[in-house]
């Protein structure tokens, strides 16, 4: 089965660290591009990152630029998203997407995982 | 900072036709952006719906459809069914390997 799940949410407080790692299967992980998208409790998407099937290029949107680093290990088919200097604001449920850069969609979403910032 | 912009609501009679459309803050939306949609309902992951515009995804029917109208992507839903209440969201291309989502728009059936 094509499918991606991620994993490593929890509670941080606030200037803490955390990491989410995304495991793929059913598909060649190389081949894709992946992308992080968080959503806020009650908020819309918010992408945060991307990288590319090789992992030579990465992409960060400004709220997490400095903040946030993406990875992957494709000899494990593994996404990670090394998250530091966390924030209140970073609280949301964090989805693994795969991402079609032919035409810049998201065709694979799993079902999340949640990061609480909280004190 | 250009900003993606969606319908915040909008309601629609059962079996009737409904367009939400994406814009932008500064300029008009254009097939250069790539414009998809997804759908997601309270608790689940998003669905991918539309991408390239118009190309459905796979196993979406043709009740939804998308379109550039005016200088917005369009997503039209013609026949609205119950089960069709829910979020909408759209994305575009921003450039620089980065996507912006719109603020999604809540559809009610009703």
């Known amino acids: 089965e094509v499918q991606v799940v991620e994993s490593g949410g929890g509670l941080v407080q606030p200037g803490g660290s955390l990491r989410l790692s995304c495991a793929a299967s059913g598909f060649t992980f190389s081949n894709y591009a992946m992308s992080w998208v968080r959503q806020a409790p009650g908020k819309g998407l918010e992408w945060v990152s991307g990288i590319s099937g090789g992992g030579g290029a990465t992409y960060y949107a400004d709220s997490v630029k400095g903040r946030f680093t993406i990875s992957r290990d494709n000899s494990k088919n593994t996404l990670f998203l090394e998250m530091n200097s966390l924030r209140v604001e970073d609280t949301a449920v964090y989805y693994c997407?795969?991402?079609?850069?032919?035409?810049?969609?998201?065709?694979?979403w799993g079902r999340g995982t949640l990061l609480t910032v909280s004190s | 900072q250009t900003v993606v912009t969606q319908e915040p609501s909008i309601s629609v009679s059962p079996g009737g036709t409904v367009t939400l459309t994406c814009g932008l803050t500064s300029g008009s939306v254009s097939t250069y952006y790539y414009p998809s949609w997804y759908q997601q309902t309270p608790g689940q992951a998003p669905r991918t719906l539309i991408y390239?515009?118009?190309t459905r995804s796979s196993g979406v029917p043709d009740r939804f459809s998308g379109s550039i109208l005016e200088g917005k992507a369009a997503l039209t839903i013609t026949g609205a069914q119950a089960d069709d209440e829910c979020d909408y969201y759209c994305a575009l291309y921003v450039g620089s390997g980065s996507s912006g989502f719109g603020g999604g728009t809540k559809l009610t059936v009703l």
């Open positions: 997407a795969r991402n079609l850069i032919s035409y810049w969609y998201f065709d694979l």
């Open positions: 390239n515009t118009n």
